[in-house]
């Protein structure tokens, strides 16, 4: 499907829930039972509210996929939107008293990852993290550049020979964790939010970076306390970017 008539088939979905959303509204004063009609109120508001997030997510994710030409060569961008983003995210940050670290390697080189998909993912991750976190938690940002050269069987199916990457490291724990727990790592379960389904666009993000040959990774340790997000991007080796956020 051209990515044109993807987005009209979203916005065309949003038009029509508002619709619902106003013809509910209108509906709950025709019940006899006004109590009920209170309730069907909400439970479809609440409904379509959750739908509509789901789709602005996805909204996102087409626009950011359109290509254009963008010329301009700039340095440092993983960092920046790194910074951007938990900008963005401060007030539920601040609300929650959640307590951010940053280790950003300078002169971090580009990846070949779009600055508006690269956007996104870090946009999708910082929400599930916020979403996961209870108050006071922990995140630890942290982004490097590597070269594999040797490794584990593992590592040399999963890597390039001699292929240049960047790490973006996202851990989050509750800051309450145990001591003498297994530090054994695990497969990362991924929880439900109240208004979105972290595990569907969480996976919107391992598309964009398979399709880019990087790879996601998702874990927790036994205790549960501490969680890892690691995203390992290739690096761009061409002098320009090819896509950028269309304007509207």
Request: aromatic content about 8%.
């Amino acid at each position: 499907m051209e990515q044109s008539l993807y987005i009209e088939l979203i916005l065309r979905t949003k038009n029509t829930l508002e619709f619902f959303k106003k013809f509910t509204q209108l509906a709950r004063e025709k019940f006899s039972d006004k109590e009920f009609g209170e309730f069907f109120y909400r439970m479809i508001t609440k409904e379509i509210e959750k739908n509509d997030i789901l789709l602005d997510c996805f909204l996102n994710y087409a626009k950011a996929s359109i290509p254009v030409i963008k010329v301009e060569v700039i340095r440092d961008t993983i960092n920046t939107l790194v910074l951007e983003i938990i900008r963005k995210f401060r007030p539920s940050l601040e609300e929650k008293k959640i307590r951010v670290v940053k280790r950003l390697e300078k002169n971090l080189p580009e990846t070949i990852v779009p600055d508006e998909q690269l956007r996104f993912i870090l946009d999708v991750v910082l929400q599930y993290v916020v979403a996961s976190l209870p108050r006071e938690g922990n995140i630890d940002f942290s982004t490097k550049s590597f070269t594999v050269q040797h490794g584990s069987p593992e590592d040399c199916a999963r890597f390039k020979k001699n292929g240049k990457y960047i790490d973006i490291t996202v851990e989050f724990s509750s800051g309450m964790k145990k001591l003498g727990i297994s530090q054994r790592k695990e497969p990362l379960p991924l929880a439900i939010h109240k208004k979105v389904q972290p595990d569907l666009l969480l996976r919107l993000v391992d598309d964009i970076i398979q399709r880019h040959q990087g790879i996601a990774v998702f874990e927790t340790e036994d205790s549960k306390e501490k969680k890892t997000i690691s995203l390992k991007l290739p690096i761009d080796r061409r002098k320009i970017s090819c896509y950028e956020l269309p304007k509207e």
